[in-house]
């Protein structure tokens, strides 16, 4: 059964930087970032295929974060640079068996969350 943990939120500055890690106790899914702000719909942030061939961005990120993944380590990291105060929200990365999408329902397990704050 896949399963996955979170980690490396924290409270950064406006322009700081961040990276968050999804940990799975099964490799070879594809793994999406999602978000949620309060009072705000959960919203797609990036997403990877299983072999690190095929990503996704959302528009409101491209050019400040990235996605990548070791399979060897079933772990898959979103680095995220030139922070912004609208980038805060709970982070999560859920896994499923599909081309990287932004659509919640093709996910089959989903992390607890991980709180990035952007605050100076």
């Known amino acids: 059964q896949l399963q996955l943990v979170e980690s490396g939120g924290g409270l950064v500055q406006p322009g700081g930087s961040l990276r968050l890690s999804c940990e799975a106790t099964?490799?070879?899914?594809?793994i999406g970032w999602f978000r949620q702000a309060p009072g705000q719909a959960r919203e797609g942030v990036s997403a990877?295929?299983?072999?690190?061939?095929?990503?996704r961005y959302a528009d409101s990120v491209k050019g400040r974060f990235t996605i990548s993944r070791d399979n060897a380590k079933h772990m898959v990291i979103l680095q995220m640079n030139n922070l912004k105060p609208e980038d805060t929200a709970v982070y999560y990365c859920?896994?499923?068996?599909?081309?990287?999408?932004?659509?919640?329902?093709?996910?089959?397990?989903w992390g607890q969350g991980t709180q990035v704050t952007v605050s100076s």
């Open positions: 859920a896994g499923g068996y599909h081309a990287p999408s932004f659509d919640e329902e093709l996910y089959i397990s």
């Open positions: 099964l490799g070879y899914y594809t």
């Open positions: 990877i295929g299983e072999n690190d061939s095929k990503t």
